[in-house]
């Protein structure tokens, strides 16, 4: 289906220019209060620079390096908390072609990867400020430490990265044969859509899913196991009438389970976004509703706390949903898999993915709605994001996108296959991705799975306190 930018209306696109207005404001925040720690706290003293020893002016620049790197690991992170976070592109993610320096996200997170750069930066800015320095007072130039620390650093990262992306000793493994449907529906399309366009989605769903679910071999079994839809693919709320029959008619087909984005929608409760996992029937459904929402989109921050907010925006995004509040894998029915769901962006989200991490076989699926983007780079930008947790977790990622990028991602971040135009690359298609996964029996238990930001938070702790040293040196 090709792009549809059509206008919707002026409700429908004002949401989305405020959604666009108040989260860049919002973000925009960050880089200024890291601005401001650098220049007031972690700023090198000039005359220690232009004038102290060589073992001075190398301590000093050291330093200076050592706070702002903090700082924004710092910012990185509490951009990805605060009204549920949105950690989008931190600059960590920027290494993500290096399949070696990007390793050690499964030690500091992908907030930790961007203390090296902002580290080695500010080395290579002091060095130069230094020799500028001294240069105006005659003085000869020399060699300092701080630069072989930097570089000591980003070889201490290379080195752990190229141990873990070498092939290691062979582990126990559990394949898992998946088949990812794409239908490339644009998001014009669903807010205009009648009853007759969702039941034709409907039906392609169960066409693409046949030849994929359906045993052919008279034995019962599926050549696949599991069967992914994307988020939004459901056109109607979960409870709605015909649910039953249609799933439990589709499930017939083979011995293989769904998973499907589904959204609950109460009239006197709470509204959920959800995925649903199911396998035989309707009867088994395992319902998992949305943790980390959006701000802006599917929430309005602050909505009873700033009456404004309500005057503002209230109009354009009326209702919240509501997170849910569990993070219990999702079990495959009849295999010792289990299913971390992650629904849209929370395949950004490393704390949240952790939360679901088990001394089981585990395989992150993500199933996303980017068609809100129409055919812009945001669709690779969210792959790229989403490879991190593979990292950081050391789990195989299956991502099933509604627009693109579906594809499947190993335990080192390596996308390992998309669904695209052969001829073109386009990922913007209809189609199709199967693939076998290798989920391992016994997966490691990462240092970022066990204590999660532990680096930011330490981080935070230095700058907190070099803040309040500055602040009393100050008066």
């Known amino acids: 289906m090709a792009e549809d930018d059509r206008w919707l209306g002026w409700q429908v696109e004002s949401l989305g220019l405020a959604a666009v207005a108040g ?76 399949a070696v320096l990007i390793q050690a996200a499964d030690l500091v997170g992908v907030a930790g990867l961007s203390f090296t750069l902002v580290f080695l930066c500010c080395v290579v800015f002091n060095t130069a400020h230094r020799m500028v320095l001294q240069k105006q007072m005659g003085r000869p130039l020399r060699y300092h430490f701080d630069v072989l620390v930097a570089v000591m650093l980003l070889a201490a990262q290379m080195a752990y990265g190229i141990r873990m992306v070498k092939p290691g000793v062979p582990v126990e493994t559990v394949p898992l044969r998946v088949a990812m449907v794409q ?12 009853d007759q366009d969702t039941f034709d989605i409907y039906q392609r769903y169960e066409e693409l899913t046949r030849l994929y679910g359906e ?10 196991d599991l069967v992914v839809w994307p988020e939004s693919a459901l056109g109607f709320p979960w409870a709605a009438r015909g649910h039953t029959d249609y799933f439990n008619d589709l499930l017939k087909l083979g011995d293989f389970s769904l998973l499907s984005g589904a959204d609950s929608l109460e009239v006197a409760g709470p509204s959920h976004t959800s995925a649903v996992l199911m396998r035989r029937g309707i009867d088994s459904a395992q319902l998992h509703h949305k943790v980390h929402l959006v701000p802006f989109g599917e929430y309005l921050p602050l909505r009873e706390e ?7 925006l209230g109009g354009v995004l009326p209702g919240d949903f509501r997170p849910g509040d569990k993070t219990e894998p999702l079990q ?26 088990r001394d089981a076989p585990q395989v992150m699926v993500n199933i996303t709605n980017d068609g809100w983007f129409l055919h812009s780079a945001e669709s690779e930008q ?14 195989p990622l299956c991502r ?33 991705l199967p693939g076998t996964v290798q989920v391992a029996k016994h997966p490691p238990m990462t240092l970022y799975a066990r204590w999660g930001d532990w680096f930011a938070v330490v981080m935070l702790v230095v700058c907190g306190l070099a803040g309040v040293r500055r602040a009393r040196g100050g008066r």
Do not use: K
């Open 23 to 98: 989260m860049t404001l919002f973000l925009s925040l960050y880089f200024a209060v890291w601005a401001a720690f650098a220049a007031l706290v972690a700023r090198p003293r000039r005359v220690v620079l232009q004038q102290g020893s060589w073992i001075e002016a190398s301590l000093e620049s050291l330093r200076s390096a050592f706070l702002a790197a903090a700082a924004w690991v710092v910012c990185e992170w509490l951009r990805g908390i605060i009204f549920t976070g949105m950690g989008w592109n931190g600059l960590g993610v920027g290494l993500w072609r290096n």
């Open 183 to 194: 239908l490339n529906i644009s998001q014009a399309a669903r807010w205009t859509s009648t």
């Open 215 to 224: 045993a052919r071999d008279g034995s019962g079994h599926s050549p696949v």
């Open 306 to 312: 700033l009456p404004f907010m309500q005057t503002l």
């Open 332 to 357: 495959i029915d009849d295999s010792a898999v289990q299913i971390i769901p992650l629904i849209c962006f929370e395949d950004t989200v490393g704390r949240l993915a952790r939360a679901f991490v």
């Open 382 to 395: 969210h792959m790229v994001n989403a490879l991190f947790r593979a990292i950081e977790l050391r789990r």
């Open 400 to 432: 099933c996108a509604n627009t693109g990028v579906t594809c499947f991602i190993d335990e080192r971040g390596t996308i390992l296959a998309r669904l695209a135009d052969p001829e073109t690359g386009n990922t913007f298609i209809e189609g199709v």
